[in-house]
T-cell receptor, first 115, second 113 residues
Framework: EPEVTQTPSHQVTQMGQEVILRCVPI?????FYWYRQILGQKVEFLVS????????KSEIFDDQFSVERPDGSNFTLKIRSTKLEDSAMYFC?????????????FGSGTQLSVL | DQQVKQNSPSLSVQEGRISILNCDYT??????FLWYKKYPAEGPTFLIS?????DKNEDGRFTVFLNKSAKHLSLHIVPSQPGDSAVYFC????????????FGQGTTLQVKP
């Protein structure tokens, strides 16, 4: 079965540094998402992206965050100046249609640790 | 944001028995409810879903029940197998077809051989 690929699996960075998390969604999918899960907490929606623009974003997704689809295959999440509280598992997801019943396909995640 | 709640952090059942995982929600505007399963070091994987206009959906060993008046849904796994041991997330999809899911906290299921 096709899968969403995320790199790196682990990322350690110093507070204040910029990080870019990378994702390769399933090739024929049109909608892309980032979620995150802080240790011991819920999986939280960050942002959805379609047709090269943000469709929806949560309160978490402030101006320190940005997303980009730089080419036909990659989808990236950039955190401009990381904070300790950005430490979390970040999941990329994609689907073919954003209908309410359309399941999301998730990647294995990038564990971000901000020191 | 407590729109979707899974009040049981963990559940342990014997192999072959039924596992029942519960989920409550507060927003009556949710259109679809989904269950995802997550193994360690992997992303969540879709398991089963149910529309808000239905009260039951079955797929093999997995059945989801929806009680709209109680704003409650449950996932039944029968018979439970050791390979079912994972974290199970209840999620809800709101109106507007945005693709955004709101997740519960998850319930860790352990199926003992």
């Amino acid at each position: 079965e096709p899968e969403v690929t995320q790199t790196p699996s682990h990322q350690v960075t110093q507070m204040g540094q910029e990080v870019i998390l990378r994702c390769v969604p399933i090739s024929n999918h049109l909608y892309f998402y980032w979620y995150r899960q802080i240790l011991g907490q819920k999986v939280e929606f960050l942002v959805s992206f379609y047709n090269n623009e943000i469709s929806e974003k949560s309160e978490i997704f402030d101006d320190q965050f940005s997303v980009e689809r730089p080419d036909g295959s990659n989808f990236t999440l950039k955190i401009r100046s990381t904070k300790l509280e950005d430490s979390a598992m970040y999941f990329c997801a994609s689907n073919l249609d954003r209908a309410a019943n359309e399941k999301l396909f998730f990647g294995s995640g990038t564990q971000l640790s901000v020191l | 944001d407590q729109q979707v709640k899974q009040n049981s952090p963990s559940l342990s059942v014997q192999e072959g028995r039924i596992s029942i995982l519960n989920c409550d929600y507060t927003n009556s505007m949710f259109d679809y409810f989904l269950w995802y399963k997550k193994y360690p070091a992997e992303g969540p994987t879709f398991l089963i879903s149910i529309s808000s206009i239905k009260d039951k959906n079955e797929d093999g060993r997995f059945t989801v029940f929806l009680n709209k008046s109680a704003k409650h849904l449950s996932l039944h796994i029968v018979p439970s197998q050791p390979g079912d041991s994972a974290v199970y997330f209840c999620a809800a999809s709101g109106s507007g077809n945005t693709g955004k899911l709101i997740f519960g906290q998850g319930t860790t299921l352990q199926v003992k051989p």
